[in-house]
């Protein structure tokens, strides 16, 4: 074996029994700091064997080239599975001519041990450029570290140039570093309260650490050879928290890397477990159960966050120039008690927030202005609580300054800093079981607090729309007699989540009494209070069933009861829903929430003799349309129409109308007719034919064969037996998307399995044996099957809860087709992982019989089973639901 082999080997060996010991000694401490440390140094103990071996034999030689530690690797905080990043730094070309093999053999050495290098190579001069497009490397100069080479060329960079480029370029690096930093946390939705965070990118990460020590470092290096020392870049009351959080930050990342065996930083639900059990980064001896753990996560991540963002905030120099002209704007707000300066708010008088009004008005200006507390104001803020705590506001008094500050546009900003200075919660002591909770759902991406803010955030988002619906639901939010009730629902809708109940709803409920009490809201908006809360899923839940049915809406219509407080729940609905993710209020959601509050409003409003008629009208307008775009198909529009319901012109514009027609007098060339489009969030398959027996259900089979998933379908029969089913699908694996050639492909195959000629039951075991690769879910849902033979005039609905999966929609149509049921109404959401899919069947055009249901649901609850082996379930039939 050649000596470079064996050495080679040697260095292997001391990596893998280094790190071995290293991950060994963290199992049993929980010391990620130790972890870094000791790592670092492992690293930089091969690298320096490397480059005696490899580059010079001397560790200060050769002249005019030093090999720079940067970024994480100069700060020495080397994670399990962190990139080495290395600066081959050249006094000149000739150097870098001379010596690039030398470079590449001990870069090569470096990737042979399977460490990831990030290297960069540089002669000096070009140290001295900030290139705005990769801030990245000028930032990380700030943690360069010397490894070995030419000592003099070091020093030439870290006590020369560095300095001089921070000071030349400190506006345009904070500035860009700001830009950068305000990017990411966009990214993330500008919340810490993630219930799966990123615990490096997420705000109040990591990332967050460093920019605090990166901002200070150049805000400190006003003048050439200025390097602040280290420890003074916080002050000491910043440290106390500071230090701490990232303390736990740390360990965490180290825990991660550990458990996943590669960089990856999601706090993922099951790491939140194994966390908690192991106490990562909690040093006392005590059990903690995962929603405890990740409060003190939060806590940490809320003090990093905090500090982060005040530098930003307080530094002009990051201010992007729109945000120069604001501050400017905001510092004509001061009025006699607070001056604003630098978007910053400031008491006039330091003594004056030991007057509760006062205190009650400082939160109040800042949702009214979108402005910040300084640091100061904060620091002032804090000093009284403990006093106030003995003797906390109430009644009138706190109800008067609550409600307005509410109702002001920037309200959800002003309950965070009161929620992060721990004021909320002494004024609301409601809210405390619910600070930074986490609940398990996997359809909620934030915590419930959070939630609760952004739900308020985005009602007042209405106030300024940037979309159609929002400039409908805003109109809705002019017309409110009592605003400041709806907000105060919100902020309290989900207390009862932090409450021992099985039903979170009646939980919070109760709680929201006891508040409502110490407030002192008079009886009337109590009332109207506790009737939102009590009933914020009623618009949700109807949003499942047929709302152009009018037994539907006349029962949603009958909760509600005045035009006030439907306004109200819609608003709450559509707030709720937003809230929950960005993509939860799905268009089709946004429109039929709109539908349902239209016609529950036109329900309120209507008189006796008009509810014998409520469709004619529509009929009327729709059918009007038809004949002016075609004026000679009146009698074929009128033979294509009998005997399809109602609401299949109120699904439809006239246009689509007249395209089925078209689609349906084409049969007789060929008996399979579809129509495919791309929409604007997703794709839209329509498909014109004879009925037949398992129709619907191939065709979902069909789309789960090529992957799709299937968010929405209507299917419509005429008194012929023409159907109209639309499917609406998202492309899981964009095959339609990325290859328009595929479309017609795509079709035929649909066409295909409807014709009898393909087998798809063998497509559909290609598929489900391609995603059972793709692992276990995450979570388990309880299956359920709830039957109601009373809601509807004309169909038996039939509402099915499951683990969402592909050709779960199959399974439940094929066995519908095999009871001889017909699909009259497909109503397909999904909620996270949970698929909640309601029908309305039908049996030769009426309604199944009480012992045909029991079949189907014993049949349904067997196929199902058969799926779902692990899965509970159970059977419930209901009263009207």
């Known amino acids: 074996m050649s000596t470079a082999g064996s050495s080679s080997s040697a260095l292997r060996d001391l990596y893998l029994q280094e790190s071995g010991r290293i991950r060994q000694e963290f199992a049993c401490t929980g010391n990620g700091e130790a972890v870094l440390v000791q790592r670092t140094a492992l690293v930089e103990k091969i690298a320096l064997q490397l480059w005696t071996d490899i580059v010079c034999p001397e560790q200060q030689g050769p002249r005019n080239f030093t090999l720079v530690a940067l970024g994480g690797f100069g700060r020495r905080w080397l994670f399990p599975h962190s990139d080495i990043d290395l600066?081959?730094?050249?006094?000149?070309?000739?150097?870098?001519?001379?010596?690039?093999?030398?470079?590449?053999?001990?870069?090569?050495?470096?990737?042979?041990?399977?460490?990831?290098?990030?290297?960069?190579?540089?002669?000096?001069?070009?140290?001295?450029?900030?290139?705005?497009?990769?801030?990245?490397?000028?930032?990380?100069?700030?943690?360069?570290?010397?490894?070995?080479?030419?000592?003099?060329?070091?020093?030439?960079?870290h006590d020369t140039v560095i300095p001089r480029l921070m000071t030349r370029e400190s506006q345009s690096l904070l500035q860009r570093l700001a830009d950068v930093t305000r990017n990411r946390h966009d990214k993330f939705g500008n919340t810490i309260f993630h219930l799966e965070p990123d615990v490096k990118d997420t705000p109040g990460g990591l990332r967050d650490c460093n920019l605090a020590l990166w901002l200070n470092l150049l805000s400190s290096m006003d003048k050439p050879h200025d390097w602040p020392d280290p420890k003074s870049l916080l002050s000491a009351s910043a440290r106390k928290q500071f230090d701490p959080a990232l303390d736990f930050l740390m360990s965490i990342r180290c825990f991660l890397h550990f458990r996943n065996g590669r960089d990856d930083n999601t706090l993922a639900w099951d790491a939140q477990e194994d966390a908690a059990q192991r106490a990562i980064g909690v040093y006392e001896s005590k059990e903690l159960s995962a929603a405890g753990w990740m409060k003190l996560y939060f806590a940490h991540a809320r003090s990093v966050h905090r500090t982060a963002t005040q530098l930003l905030q307080e530094i002009p120099a990051a201010w992007s120039p729109l945000s120069r002209h604001f501050q400017t704007l905001r510092a004509r707000v001061s009025d006699t008690h607070f001056s604003v300066l630098d978007g910053l708010v400031f008491l006039r008088e330091p003594s004056a927030l030991r007057d509760t009004e006062m205190l009650l008005r400082l939160f109040h200006f800042v949702a009214r202005h979108d402005v910040r507390l300084s640091t100061t104001t904060e620091h002032k803020?804090?000093?009284?609580?403990?006093?106030?705590?003995?003797?906390?506001?109430?009644?009138?008094?706190?109800?008067?300054?609550?409600?307005?500050?509410?109702?002001?546009?920037?309200?959800?900003?002003?309950?965070?800093?009161?929620?992060?200075?721990?004021?909320?919660?002494?004024l609301l002591p409601e809210l405390k079981p619910i600070d930074s909770l986490v609940v398990r759902d996997f359809y909620h991406r934030f915590t419930v607090d959070e939630h609760s803010f952004l739900a308020i955030e985005t009602l007042h988002r209405l106030r300024e729309p940037r979309s159609e619906w929002e400039k409908q639901y805003g109109e809705i939010l002019k017309e409110l007699e009592d605003p400041e009730l709806l907000y105060l629902s919100l902020l309290l809708h989900d207390t009862g989540k932090g409450a021992v109940s099985e039903n979170h709803v009646a939980g919070s409920v109760s709680i929201a009494e006891r508040c409502l009490q110490r407030l002192d809201l008079e009886s009337s908006e109590r009332e109207?209070?506790?009737?939102?809360?009590?009933?914020?899923?009623?618009?949700?839940?109807?949003?499942?069933?047929?709302?152009?049915?009018?037994?539907?809406?006349?029962?949603?219509?009958?909760?509600?009861?005045?035009?006030?407080?439907?306004?109200?729940?819609?608003?709450?609905?559509?707030?709720?829903?937003?809230?929950?993710?960005?993509?939860?209020?799905?268009?089709?959601?946004?429109?039929?929430?709109?539908?349902?509050?239209?016609?529950?409003?036109?329900?309120?409003?209507?008189?006796?003799?008009?509810?014998?008629?409520?469709?004619?009208?529509?009929?009327?307008?729709?059918?009007?349309?038809?004949?002016?775009?075609?004026?000679?198909?009146?009698?074929?529009?009128?033979?294509?129409?009998?005997?399809?319901?109602?609401?299949?012109?109120?699904?439809?514009?006239?246009?689509?109308?007249?395209?089925?027609?078209?689609?349906?007098?084409?049969?007789?060339k060929q008996p399979v007719q579809l129509d495919l489009i791309r929409g604007r969030h997703w794709f839209e398959l329509t498909l014109v034919t004879k009925d037949r027996p398992f129709l619907f259900g191939k065709v979902a089979g069909t789309l789960a064969a090529w992957g799709m998933?299937?968010?929405?379908?209507?299917?419509?029969?005429?008194?012929?037996?023409?159907?109209?089913?639309?499917?609406?699908?998202?492309?899981?694996?964009?095959?339609?998307?990325?290859?328009?050639?595929?479309?017609?492909?795509?079709?035929?195959?649909?066409?295909?399995?409807?014709?009898?000629?393909?087998?798809?039951?063998?497509?559909?075991?290609?598929?489900?044996?391609?995603?059972?690769?793709?692992?276990?879910?995450?979570?388990?849902?309880?299956?359920?099957?709830?039957?109601?033979?009373?809601?509807?005039?004309?169909?038996?609905?039939?509402?099915?809860?499951?683990?969402?999966?592909?050709?779960?929609?199959?399974?439940?149509?094929?066995?519908?087709?095999?009871?001889?049921?017909?699909?009259e109404i497909a109503l397909i959401d999904t909620e996270g992982q949970m698929a909640i899919d309601v029908f309305y069947l039908t049996a030769n055009r009426n309604k199944l019989a009480p012992e045909h249901l029991k079949q189907v649901e014993a049949a349904l609850q067997e196929a199902l089973h058969s799926r779902t082996e692990t899965q509970s379930q159970k059977i419930v039939c209901t009263p009207p639901l």
Request: aromatic content about 8%; hydrophobic content about 40%.
């Open 528 to 668: 109207t209070v506790l009737f939102l809360i009590s009933h914020h899923l009623e618009m949700s839940a109807a949003l499942r069933r047929d709302i152009f049915d009018s037994a539907t809406v006349a029962a949603f219509t009958e909760k509600v009861g005045t035009p006030e407080r439907l306004k109200m729940l819609c608003l709450f609905t559509y707030a709720d829903i937003k809230a929950v993710n960005p993509d939860a209020l799905t268009p089709w959601k946004a429109e039929n929430l709109w539908q349902l509050y239209i016609a529950a409003t036109n329900q309120l409003n209507r008189n006796v003799d008009q509810r014998l008629h409520p469709d004619a009208d529509v009929h009327n307008e729709k059918i009007a349309q038809m004949r002016i775009l075609a004026p000679t198909a009146g009698r074929r529009v009128k033979t294509f129409l009998e005997g399809l319901p109602q609401r299949y012109l109120k699904t439809y514009a006239a246009q689509n109308v007249l395209r089925h027609l078209q689609m349906a007098e084409l049969l007789c």
């Open 87 to 157: 600066l081959f730094l050249h006094a000149d070309r000739d150097s870098e001519h001379r010596l690039k093999d030398r470079i590449r053999v001990f870069s090569q050495g470096l990737w042979d041990l399977r460490l990831t290098l990030s290297p960069a190579t540089r002669i000096l001069q070009e140290c001295d450029h900030f290139d705005p497009a990769n801030v990245e490397f000028a930032v990380s100069l700030l943690d360069c570290r010397y490894l070995a080479g030419d000592t003099d060329l070091f020093t030439r960079l």
């Open 709 to 823: 998933n299937i968010v929405k379908a209507t299917a419509f029969s005429n008194q012929a037996g023409t159907v109209v089913d639309t499917f609406y699908f998202t492309d899981r694996f964009r095959t339609l998307e990325l290859n328009l050639s595929e479309w017609e492909r795509f079709k035929r195959g649909v066409s295909e399995v409807l014709m009898g000629e393909t087998d798809l039951d063998r497509m559909l075991r290609s598929r489900m044996q391609a995603d059972e690769k793709r692992g276990q879910p995450k979570v388990k849902i309880e299956m359920s099957i709830q039957s109601d033979n009373l809601c509807s005039s004309n169909s038996t609905l039939v509402q099915v809860v499951a683990h969402d999966r592909p050709g779960l929609l199959y399974t439940i149509a094929s066995c519908f087709s095999h009871h001889h049921c017909n699909i």
């Open 381 to 426: 803020v804090e000093q009284i609580l403990p006093s106030l705590a003995a003797t906390p506001p109430k009644g009138a008094e706190l109800w008067l300054y609550l409600g307005e500050t509410l109702t002001q546009p920037h309200a959800a900003e002003a309950l965070r800093a009161m929620h992060s200075l721990r004021l909320l919660t002494l």
